[in-house]
């Protein structure tokens, strides 16, 4: 059985704020899920935030994105929130987003 990679409603918005080139690699690593599976995911591109959340790592143009997604059952990458990033540490505040849109996703 293969992976799926599905995003929260708010993610699709947030995609497209990103620049060209970070939304493009973001995109082609959630193919690499879908076409490989999740242990086409390894560092630098994913990284454990916490309990079951992890984020996907981009960079391009000396920008930063980041994506935090969770797995669930059926074989899903869900993710829960995609944004530029503009410190060394992953912002509290995004964090907070992801806690709060992985309790509305099914398990």
Excluded: C
């Excluded at 981009?58 to 829960?80: P, W």
């Amino acid at each position: 059985m293969s992976w799926t990679v599905e995003t929260v409603p708010a993610v699709v918005s947030e995609l497209e704020a990103l620049p060209t080139a970070l939304r493009a690699k973001m995109v082609r690593l959630f193919e690499v899920v879908e076409n490989v599976g999740i242990e086409g995911l390894r560092a630098p591109h994913a990284r454990h935030l916490e309990g079951r959340l992890w984020e996907v790592r981009v960079r391009a143009d000396r920008a930063i994105a980041r994506g935090i997604y969770v797995t669930a059952a059926g074989r899903r990458l869900v993710v829960l929130h995609v944004f530029a990033k503009k410190s060394r540490k992953t912002p509290l505040r995004a964090l907070v987003t992801a806690r709060q849109r992985m309790r509305q996703v099914t398990t």
